[in-house]
T-cell receptor
Framework: AQKVTQAQTEISVVEKEDVTLDCVYE???????LFWYKQPPSGELVFLIR??????QNEISGRYSWNFQKSTSSFNFTITASQVVDSAVYFC????????????FGTGTRLQVFP | NAGVMQNPRHLVRRRGQEARLRCSPM?????VYWYRQLPEEGLKFMVY????????ESGMPKERFSAEFPKEGPSILRIQQVVRGDSAAYFC?????????????FGPGTRLTVT
C-alpha cells in the first residue's frame, strides 16, 4: 500500500537558519512520482516540485533544495537561510504511475520561522 | 491565465442541509480531483473525474456524497444531509490531460462549516 510519512509535526527555527523537512514514502511500484506542496496561513496549496522515481538527482531552486534517496525511500526538503515568509505547513505527496494519479499526502509539517 | 477556481470560499450549513461545492479547472485541464482536509490533518483523496466520467471514487464516503463534472460547466461536489463531521476544507485540483501524472494545481479551497 502507498503511504507517506512526515514524522516532524512541527518545527520552529529562527530566521536565517537552515531547516530540513523529512519525508519517507512506501510504495510497491517501481515507477512513481513525489511532490512537495506548501500551505501558507492563507490556506491555499502551492505546488513546489515533482520528481519521478527514475531521477535521483538532487534539485535546487533558489533557497529550496530536495534530496531524493531511493535507497532509504526518502524525499527530504531543505530550506536554506529561512525567512518568516517560509512559515507554512509543508506536505509531501506520492502518486503511482499505474493508476489514476491521485495524490497520497503525508500529514504535513508545520514550519514556524521566527524573526 | 486564471488558476483553479472554487466557490464559495466559505460555506455554512446547518445539519441536514445540502452543500454544493463548485470547481472550475484551469483552462485546458480536463482532469479534476477532489480532496478533503479535516482540521489539523493532511489532505485525503476523494474522487477523480474527467468530463462526464467518474474515474476513481475510492475515497468518497458511500453515502451522502456525490460528484460530477459535466460537459459544460464546473465540477460539483455535493454533500446531502450534512453532519458536523463533514466540516472540513474541500480542495479541488486540476491537471492536464495526457500521460501523467502531471502536477495537480489546487484551488483555494472551500471551507465548509456545519452548525
Amino acid at each position: 500500500a502507498q503511504k507517506v510519512t512526515q514524522a516532524q509535526t512541527e518545527i520552529s527555527v529562527v530566521e536565517k537558519e537552515d531547516v530540513t523537512l523529512d519525508c519517507v514514502y512506501e510504495t510497491r511500484d517501481t515507477t512513481y512520482y513525489l511532490f512537495w506542496y506548501k500551505q501558507p496561513p492563507s490556506g491555499e496549496l502551492v505546488f513546489l516540485i515533482r520528481r519521478n522515481s527514475f531521477d535521483e538527482q538532487n534539485e535546487i531552486s533558489g533557497r529550496y533544495s530536495w534530496n531524493f534517496q531511493k535507497s532509504t525511500s526518502s524525499f527530504n526538503f531543505t530550506i536554506t537561510a529561512s525567512q518568516v515568509v517560509d512559515s507554512a505547513v509543508y506536505f509531501c505527496a506520492l502518486s503511482e504511475a499505474q493508476g489514476t494519479d491521485k495524490l497520497i499526502f503525508g500529514t504535513g509539517t508545520r514550519l514556524q520561522v521566527f524573526p | 491565465n486564471a488558476g483553479v477556481m472554487q466557490n464559495p470560499r466559505h460555506l455554512v450549513r446547518r445539519r441536514g442541509q445540502e452543500a454544493r461545492l463548485r470547481c472550475s479547472p484551469m483552462k485546458g485541464h480536463s482532469h479534476v480531483y477532489w480532496y478533503r482536509q479535516l482540521p489539523e490533518e493532511g489532505l485525503k483523496f476523494m474522487v477523480y473525474l474527467q468530463k462526464e466520467n467518474i474515474i476513481d471514487e475510492s475515497g468518497m464516503p458511500k453515502e451522502r456524497f456525490s460528484a460530477e463534472f459535466p460537459k459544460e460547466g464546473p465540477s460539483i461536489l455535493r454533500i446531502q444531509q450534512v453532519v458536523r463531521g463533514d466540516s472540513a476544507a474541500y480542495f479541488c485540483a486540476s491537471s492536464l490531460t495526457s500521460l501523467g501524472p502531471y502536477e495537480q494545481y489546487f484551488g483555494p479551497g472551500t471551507r465548509l462549516t456545519v452548525t
